[in-house]
């Protein structure tokens, strides 16, 4: 009898032991999972900036194209195709600037609250638009200088 009474008591800690371990573990990975999130937001943060840069650098792209076309396609093709597709290609870089701006500013928020910082709306709205001021003046240049 006092053998079972031993056995029982045995398997009393035992149990008790795996409770502690098992309250242990889902503490740790409750952690986890928070620290899982808070990274994840992390990364949707950076993802839209990377979009930011793209778009940004494919208005600056389609600005230096716009201004070099007229300046490539007038002694080749008539004047009024090199002016149309420069002037296409400035509206375009106007265009990718704006929406770079709108697509960064009117994101959905992450679920958390990210550690990684985002970029001042101010800033990119500052920057932004002068980069659309340099492409009005890019178009001016292109009807108006002659070349």
């Not at 990364?43 to 490539?72: C, D, F, N």
């Not at 928020?109 to 659309?132: K, S």
Request: net charge positive; charged share 20%.
């Amino acid at each position: 009898m006092a053998n079972i009474g031993e056995r029982i008591a045995q398997q009393a800690k035992r149990v008790r032991d795996s409770a502690r371990t098992l309250e242990r573990s889902v503490g740790a990975v409750e952690d986890s999972a928070d620290r899982r999130t808070e990274l994840a937001a992390d990364r949707t943060v950076l993802a839209a900036e990377r979009t930011y840069a793209a778009w940004v650098r494919t208005g600056i792209a389609a600005l230096a194209s716009g201004v070099g076309a007229r300046a490539l396609l007038s002694p080749i093709l008539p004047a009024w195709f090199g002016l149309l597709t420069g002037s296409m290609l400035i509206g375009f870089s106007a265009f990718c600037f704006a929406a770079a701006v709108w697509r960064e500013l009117m994101r959905v928020a992450p679920p958390t609250a990210p550690d990684a910082r985002r970029l001042p709306g101010a800033a990119l709205i500052g920057m932004n638009g002068f980069l659309i001021l340099v492409d009005l003046v890019a178009l001016l240049g292109v009807w108006l200088v002659k070349g």
